[in-house]
């Protein structure tokens, strides 16, 4: 069984930064695109970027309102995705989930997601 | 204001068909697939159609996808009372190298 929790979520400062972590069981990590997904308080869903499998070059992309604030890594060797969100602004307040990218499907599976609060 | 646009209520009665629409452009729909996910509240997402008619294992048949040139729509027949959640649409879009989704539609069971 597939399973992604999400762990760091937290209260920040306009300004400040915090890492987000996502601990993955129950498939083959190594070859699984990756995503993080948000949703602000009362609203929908966002499309926050994706890293891909080391197989496939690795490489990542961002939405535009993260793009060169936010940096998405993984770590095939624990199972570990990771989202380092720096210059954080009151818009990033969301819950953020992890999700698989699947063959078919732009998202399969999702974590529970973790709350980011950015407020002074 | 989102990329993809869906009505952000709709209703019906136990039994009766309801669909959603997502209108989108050729960046987005008209070139890539669409995808469906349900949310109820206080939970995450779960994949309900890919692939624009593709349901995962699990999603009752009740459910279905299709498309129409830059539009795709999710339609649930025999309306049942667990299918009142929010549901989006998404899709990739050439143009801005991303995910785009719907801004959500809430279901209502009346």
């Known amino acids: 069984e597939v399973q992604l929790v999400e762990s760091g979520g937290a209260l920040v400062k306009p300004g400040g930064s915090l890492r987000l972590s996502c601990a993955a069981s129950g498939f083959t990590f190594q070859n699984v695109w990756l995503n993080w997904v948000r949703q602000a308080p009362g609203k929908g869903l966002e499309w926050v970027g994706l890293?891909?499998?080391?197989?496939?070059?690795?490489?990542?992309d961002y939405a535009a309102p993260v793009r060169g604030r936010f940096t998405i890594s993984r770590d095939d060797s624990t199972n570990t995705l990771n989202l380092q969100m720096n210059s954080l602004k009151i818009e990033d307040t969301a819950v953020y989930y992890c999700t698989t990218d699947g063959n078919e499907s732009y998202f399969d599976d999702w974590g529970q997601g973790t709350l980011v609060t950015v407020s002074s | 204001q989102s990329v993809l646009t869906q009505p952000p209520s709709a209703s019906g009665t136990p039994g009766q068909r309801v669909t959603i629409s997502c209108s989108g452009g050729r960046s987005n729909i008209g070139d890539n697939s669409v995808d469906w996910y349900q949310q109820f509240p206080g939970t995450a997402p779960r994949l309900l159609i890919y692939g624009f008619y593709q349901r995962p294992s699990g999603v009752p048949d009740r459910f279905s996808g299709s498309k129409s040139g830059t539009s795709a729509s999710l339609a649930i027949s025999g309306l049942q009372s667990e299918d009142e959640a929010d549901y989006y649409c998404a899709a990739w879009d050439d143009s801005l190298s991303g995910v785009v989704f719907g801004g959500g539609t809430k279901l209502t069971v009346l």
């Open positions: 890293i891909k499998s080391k197989t496939d070059g690795g490489t990542t």
